[in-house]
């Protein structure tokens, strides 16, 4: 990062960001790669660390860093292409992106059927069902949390299982569930809750696409239903057309 002669009128935090995008564009900063630090960069503009802060968090609204708590700033990736088709699979997805996918429970607990998620499973209303929270990586970057239920009496355990495996196809297949596709995909905006946010490293107010879906065996039997919530600052949803 080297100081340029700023046009003339420009807000000091404004000079700071343009230089810091200046380098994120020209391939000095590689996504994922870590920033200098506020000093640094204020001794670099010659501005304080107030500025700096401000520049920073204008360009982390604009989705182009990612401050992490207690660890620093990092250029965030380019949007994650993540299609949406009847095979849908996360780790194939990011794999596919060149990205390590990774996967965290985040708690399993047991609850009845409401009667809109017994609908979705064919189940009774109020029948036994696991609900799995997840935490999903690209690399180091959180992508989404997913909620996702099961039948209790059909994937009993499930919640150990999938503390063991981290991802849903490798838990279905411990079940003998060798294929399944998706039923049913409804996708919608919202603001991130807190909760969400602390687990996205997320600004509160921020985006996130809700993805409520329904997957389904090879013989049309429901498997499970999920409600999914992604960073939207990093992914972009592709339709394919069959």
Known sequence: MSMQDPPSGVALWRQVADGIERGIADGKFAAGEKLPGETEIAGI???????VRRALATLAERGLVRAERGSGTYVEAPRLAYPLRSRTRFSEIVGAGGHEPRGRMISASEEPASRELARQLGLKTGAALIRIETLRFADRTPICIGTNWL???????????????????????????RDYRRLSTRVRAAIVDATDAARLDLALGRPVL????????AGGKPLLTGHSRFAAERIEFVVENS
């Open 45 to 51: 503009y010659r501005v304080n660390r107030h500025t």
């Open 151 to 177: 039948s209790a009496e059909r994937f009993a355990d499930v919640g150990r299982v999938y503390e063991r495996m981290r991802s849903m196809t490798k838990v279905l297949a411990h079940y003998g569930i």
């Open 210 to 217: 809700v993805v409520d879906t329904v997957d389904v065996d």
